[in-house]
């Protein structure tokens, strides 16, 4: 069975499991002082062509919060869109973990702009109101949109002129990489970002995600901050040798180039059929797109997709590094039976 729910769904790419395979003989050191771990470190290095600092954890929410947690100070909090992936799908981990606040606007097309930040600076040096410190975007964002990278260096020039800070969530960031034609180094370093989870789990890794820091000062105790929230594993060695497999050869973008082109695939041949309407301009693997209800009833279960709202019938199809045309094709000629 294939499924359009999320890019979690699918499995591990063959080799990322080699790597894992590889790492798994003979003894290393353990906490990541291992030799995985400093070449996995190397390779993102140079992805970024940065002296970065790097601190592997298991999860996209632990990359977040940890990273997020390490830069601010109790009064501080950080401002984010209401669809943000750290107001809404981590639990209210952010605010239990870090003892901070969210401050959420609702962003155009799940992108936050200047002008939405600007009414919370109002408060600045106020004693009796919590301090605006960071600024987080996520890229793609979970609408399936994109920043553009002249949007994120504008950003964080506007959070550097403004005493703050500019975090990405990455979860799918090489699908946006991909999709805008760009680097990271472009994307990333050059724009001025200070903070970014980088995302592997989504785009063909078993577990991992890295915390990659761009300003060392800032986060020169943020190992203590991920001891504390439990994601200094023994074995370490076993996530850093996926970002080995990851990197090497760029399977990250053979990965994200077909999950998108997946997308694109299943959003051009949607497009064709009665009783749906793709939102347009998405340029990733996240599609979305109204439905008649009784396609929605009859194919849910069988191919796997989430309904994101319930009165106008929206669901969202995302595809994956190992979705085919083939797969799409069964899902299409699926719903033509229906109507």
């Known amino acids: 069975m294939r499924m359009f729910k999320s890019d979690n769904n699918s499995g591990v790419h063959p080799k990322i499991l080699e790597s894992i395979i590889s790492a798994n003989t003979g003894h290393d050191n353990p906490y990541g002082y291992d030799k995985y771990s400093v070449e996995a470190k190397k390779k993102i290095r ?10 592997f954890v298991t999860t996209g929410t632990a990359a ?21 992936h ?11 973990i870090s003892g901070s606040k969210i401050l959420y606007t609702e962003g155009k097309d799940g992108k936050l702009e200047i002008e939405d930040i600007k009414p919370f600076l109002t408060v600045k040096g106020d004693e009796h109101r919590v ?43 090489a699908n946006a990489v991909v999709a805008l034609n760009t680097s990271f ?49 023994s074995k370490m060695r076993f996530i850093s040798a996926q970002f080995i497999g990851y990197l090497e050869g760029e399977l990250w973008r053979e990965n994200a180039q077909n999950a998108n082109s997946m997308g694109q695939y299943l959003a051009n041949e949607l497009s064709k059929l009665k009783g749906v309407t793709v939102k347009e301009g998405l340029m990733t693997n996240m599609i979305f797109a109204n439905m008649n209800k009784k396609i929605i009833d009859e194919l849910q279960e069988k191919f796997g997709f989430y309904t994101i709202d319930e009165d106008t019938n929206l669901v969202r199809l995302v595809t994956s590094f190992d979705t085919t045309k083939e797969d799409i094709d069964r899902f299409i000629e699926a719903i033509k039976e229906v109507n």
């Open 46 to 55: 140079e992805l970024f062509e940065k002296e970065v600092d790097i601190y």
């Open 64 to 84: 977040n919060i940890i990273g997020l947690s390490c830069l601010l100070e109790p009064f501080e909090a950080v401002v984010c869109t209401d669809t943000a």
């Open 86 to 96: 750290i107001n809404t799908d981590e639990g209210g981990s952010f605010e239990r």
């Open 131 to 173: 301090q605006p410190r960071i600024i987080s975007i996520s890229q793609t964002t979970e609408t399936g949109t994109l920043y553009t990278v002249e949007e994120i260096k504008a950003l964080a020039d506007f959070a550097h002129d403004n005493h703050m800070l500019l975090h990405i969530d990455g979860a799918r960031i």
């Open 185 to 233: 180094k472009e994307m990333i370093t050059d724009t001025g970002v200070d903070l970014l989870s980088f995302g592997g789990t989504k785009n063909g890794m078993m577990v991992g995600e890295a915390i990659i820091s761009f300003n060392n000062d800032l986060t020169k105790d943020l190992k203590y901050y991920r001891k504390q929230g439990m994601q200094l594993l």
